[in-house]
């Protein structure tokens, strides 16, 4: 699976059995898509690989720890690593083919925006659970 930015010079592959999705309602997510909402993946680090324009990545980093990586030419968001564990996040527009893919899990719904309509399917947390309890949800008929 080949995933691209939107001028598409920043290019990688994933491989492997997908997990499903999760979309984070909070308000850093929404300054970082400038919509409703996320929309990534996380996927074992050994099954991501970048297969070109990684010299257009650039990097910011809140004050708080929250990550964004975007391409430098086009502005979209692109997949970082997350935090000191072995797995990459992955924004799933940026995939080339939809895989099935559903959302397994709905993040900070407590403080989604009140135009956001969030989608029925997939577990709604008021917050977010810790990163190995959302990975289990994310797991959870993966492949299906
Ligand atoms: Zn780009
Ligand atoms: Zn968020």
Same mark, same amino acid.
């Given at each position: ?21 999760? +979309? ?17 993946? $996380? ?10 324009? +990684?010299?257009? $990545? ?31 996040? $992955? ?11 559903? $959302? ?41």
């Amino acid at each position: 699976m080949r995933g691209k930015c939107l001028c598409g010079e920043v290019e990688f592959a994933v491989s492997g059995t997908l997990p499903n999705l999760y +979309q984070c309602h909070c308000s850093l997510c929404r300054k970082a898509t400038g919509s409703s909402a996320n929309a990534a993946l $996380i996927v074992p680090s050994e099954n991501f690989q970048w297969v070109g324009g +990684q010299d257009r $990545i650039t990097s910011y980093v809140k004050n708080t720890g929250y990550r964004s990586d975007f391409c430098s030419k086009c502005g979209s968001p692109l997949p970082n690593p997350l935090g000191s564990r072995a797995e990459y996040w $992955i924004p799933a527009g940026l995939l080339e083919d939809n895989a099935n893919l559903e $959302i397994a899990a709905h993040l900070h719904v407590g403080s989604k925006a009140s135009w956001d309509a969030v989608a029925s399917s997939g577990v709604q947390y008021q917050e977010a659970p810790d990163l190995v309890s959302l990975l289990k949800v994310l797991w959870k008929n993966a492949g299906a």
